[in-house]
């Protein structure tokens, strides 16, 4: 947790001058790059090409637009709570990871 006084948004990583926040920034922009690639990408070459089977799920439900924006406000929800719990290391590990297994793959189909 940050320390006594400090504001989450001003708390800077551990060893570092980089606001903790820039975390959360990041893997904000990555699930949204996430989320505009899935949905060109399923519009492109249908539901077939999602590989998560509760996304895919729900996109025929209920729609690409109110699953993928669900789903990603979850995710950057619990990047927040991460941040909060000083959880850096964890966060910066899930946004290396969303950009390696979900959006370098769809950029690479969509290209």
């Not at 990408?41 to 509760?54: T, Y």
């Not at 990603?72 to 927040?80: I, L, R, S, T």
């Not at 590990?93 to 793959?105: C, G, H």
């Amino acid at each position: 947790m940050s320390a006594a006084g400090s504001s989450p948004v001003t708390t800077t990583l551990p060893g570092s001058t980089t606001r903790g926040i820039a975390a959360v920034a990041l893997f904000t922009a990555v699930q949204l790059a996430d989320g505009v690639l899935t949905a060109e990408g399923v519009a492109r070459f249908g539901l077939g090409f999602e590989s998560n089977p509760v996304i895919s799920l729900l996109i025929a439900a209920i729609g690409a637009g109110a699953t993928l924006s669900i789903a990603k406000m979850v995710a950057v929800a619990m990047a927040v709570r991460l941040h909060g719990g000083g959880n850096h290391l964890t966060l910066a590990l899930l946004t290396v990871f969303y950009v390696f297994v979900a959006v370098l793959p769809w950029a690479s189909v969509l290209m």
